[in-house]
């Protein structure tokens, strides 16, 4: 493991702070988590913590639509066919040909429950995106397809009898006993630390984009439900894959707000400065191709033109199809005096979604027992190197009802009565030398931006990690008393394995890019890079499946600079505290 982390980020006590009892604990409100709300047993109670308010989440950003076989025309071979094309041969067929064969069922469910999809006549309305040959994506309201589904998911919910919900409640650990997951420290303003005693906990935290200074994401993702099951001992895989979406609108003091691919899939065009439509010359799909390809394109252009952004351009399209198509957009667009039907609009790639997680199977269950994580925190091997357009809203969708179904199951057979279990963590000394949060964090997004973003190589990745590791040494070993202070620790965690898993890759692929090794390696490469840590005793790691027996000469394991940050809250192994010490430092591992 190369970022040490304290086991536990805050102190507590169980005599000392509020203790609330759930059989299911869901950990956020996006799609993924409230379907594993709904999931569960009515004989069972539910317990959903969020963030944010109940409808904040990257699903309610979502607006393109949810990928699904629909069309007469279309066949799940081809939709298989698709995801496997751009996920950069990382994907797991069984993973995909599942998801692919469940999501029109899961559609169906949706509208059961209220959601308003578009409609041609009697038939749901479908266009394409990016990477799709058939036109297979559902949409709502033009392009408020999150909105619109996150909408009828709350209100059901907020129906459900057994599902209670906290809102604005910060997760700061997951609690960890005998190598088991059984529940939570949160934090909000009425109560302050509360422990939440689970029989089983789903995790469905989201995404990190928000480690970036150019991000789709909204405030609230920025990693926690990564960084947690880190320190929880959960494996996670694939953290170098952050897909970087091509159109975000870039205008110079906004905040970054998504521009669909949908648009694109209704025939935009990109051109650069000058009017030149471009695409055609970086891929025979042009608009349509992928979003690794199109969002490289666009930098290279950006980069021959000079120029901070290229443009899409619908002037070519009829005006009232495409108001009426792209209402939210087109308001949005209005507030900065642009008439989508007339004006080009500036658009720049932008962080928008994990491809990586928590590892875990077709059911969501994680390497921790009665643990689950589903959504973009988790890593289901659908997406691969490189998520297909609208395909998340499917799996969150799928993974969230069978995360909710088995957690359900797993807790009725759990007979034992919840109780709270001896599990403390000291306060630690603080120092009286001030720490100014916000400049760090700023600083890492822009570092995060600069050198482990759209392209990469090793003299970036290097400094990253340096900076990366001297901003672990005096943040880490903090104990902090509120969310914006926890909320470093988990972005300087995650960041770090990004970084060094970004280092660790050799080659480009799918949404990593390796300017110093631009070609794909499939004879090496093929496989996945993991991290995982004990979180409750020092592991022992198999010296079969560390890094460098399986690495040879290949690529050296750890990144200068993140191997040097020193170990924190040392105990002797075997003391009463050991329980409590910062997990044993790993090596991260290569997995086929």
């Not at 996920?87 to 064969?101: I, K, Q, S």
């Not at 990477?131 to 309201?141: E, K, L, P, S, T």
């Not at 979604?353 to 875990?360: E, H, I, L, Q, S």
Request: charged content about 25%.
């Amino acid at each position: 493991m190369s970022i040490p982390t304290p086991r536990y980020l805050a102190s507590f006590h169980p005599k000392q702070v509020p203790h609330f009892f759930t059989d299911i604990l869901v950990v956020g409100s996006g799609l993924a988590g409230l379907r594993a709300a709904l999931g569960v047993d009515p004989k069972l109670s539910v317990l959903v913590v969020t963030k944010g308010e109940l409808q904040l989440s990257n699903s309610a950003y979502a607006q393109g639509g949810i990928a699904a076989v629909l069309g007469t025309d279309d066949r799940f071979e081809d939709h298989a066919a698709d995801t496997l094309m751009a996920g950069g041969a990382l994907c797991d067929p069984e993973v995909v040909r599942r998801v692919v064969e469940e999501a029109p069922r899961r559609i169906v469910e949706l509208i059961e429950w209220g959601t308003k999809f578009d409609q041609n006549g009697s038939r749901l309305a479908l266009t394409r995106e990016g990477g799709h040959r058939h036109d297979r994506i559902v949409h709502a309201f033009g392009d408020a397809t999150g909105r619109e589904v996150m909408r009828a998911m709350a209100q059901r919910v907020l129906q459900t009898t057994n599902v209670n919900t906290w809102e604005n409640t910060f997760l700061i650990d997951l609690l960890t006993h005998e190598r088991q997951c059984v529940g939570a420290l949160v934090w909000n303003r009425q109560h302050g630390k509360t422990l939440i005693w689970a029989k089983q906990t789903v995790l469905a935290t989201g995404g990190a984009g928000q480690i970036y200074r150019e991000t789709t994401n909204p405030e609230v993702a920025t990693g926690d439900g990564l960084a947690v099951a880190y320190r929880a001992g959960a494996e996670l895989r694939d953290l170098e894959f952050m897909q970087f979406h091509p159109t975000v609108l870039y205008i110079v003091g906004s905040s970054r707000n998504l521009i669909t691919e949908a648009m694109r899939g209704e025939g935009a065009h990109l051109v650069d400065r000058h009017g030149h439509r471009f695409m055609p010359e970086y891929d025979e799909r042009a608009e349509l191709a992928p979003r690794d390809v199109v969002s490289r394109a666009i930098v290279a252009q950006m980069e021959k033109t000079r120029h901070p952004n290229v443009y899409l351009e619908l002037t070519h399209l009829d005006p009232r199809r495409v108001r009426d198509r792209f209402p939210g957009i087109a308001a949005l667009c209005a507030e900065f005096g642009l008439d989508i039907s007339r004006d080009r609009i500036p658009v720049r790639p932008g962080a928008h979604y994990m491809m990586g997680g928590v590892t875990v199977d077709f059911d969501g269950r994680t390497t921790v027992p009665r643990l689950w994580a589903v959504g973009e925190v988790a890593s289901t091997s659908l997406h691969g190197a490189n998520r297909l357009a609208s395909n998340s809203l499917s799996e969150a969708a799928i993974y969230g009802a069978h995360a909710g179904q088995g957690a359900s199951q797993e807790a009725a057979r759990q007979n034992a009565t919840l109780c709270a279990l001896p599990l403390d963590n000291p306060r630690v000394e603080s120092t009286a030398e001030p720490l100014n949060v916000a400049d760090i964090r700023n600083s890492l997004k822009s570092l995060m931006w600069r050198a482990c973003g759209l392209r990469r190589d090793a003299d970036g990745l290097a400094e990253a990690a340096e900076n990366v590791a001297g901003w672990c040494r005096y943040v880490l070993p903090r104990q902090f008393s509120n969310p914006i202070g926890w909320e470093l620790q988990d972005m300087l965690t995650v960041a770090g394995l990004m970084i060094e898993a970004a280092s660790l890759r050799t080659e480009t692929r799918g949404g990593h890019v390796r300017t110093d090794h631009p070609d794909q390696d499939d004879g090496y490469w093929t496989r996945h890079i993991t991290f995982e840590c004990d979180g409750d005793r020092p592991s022992e790691p198999r010296p079969e499946t560390l890094l460098e027996s399986r690495l040879g000469s290949a690529p050296q394991p750890m990144v200068p600079g993140i191997d040097e940050v020193p170990m924190l809250q040392q105990v002797p192994h075997g003391s009463d505290a050991s329980r409590r010490e910062q997990p044993e430092k790993t090596k991260p591992k290569i997995k086929p």
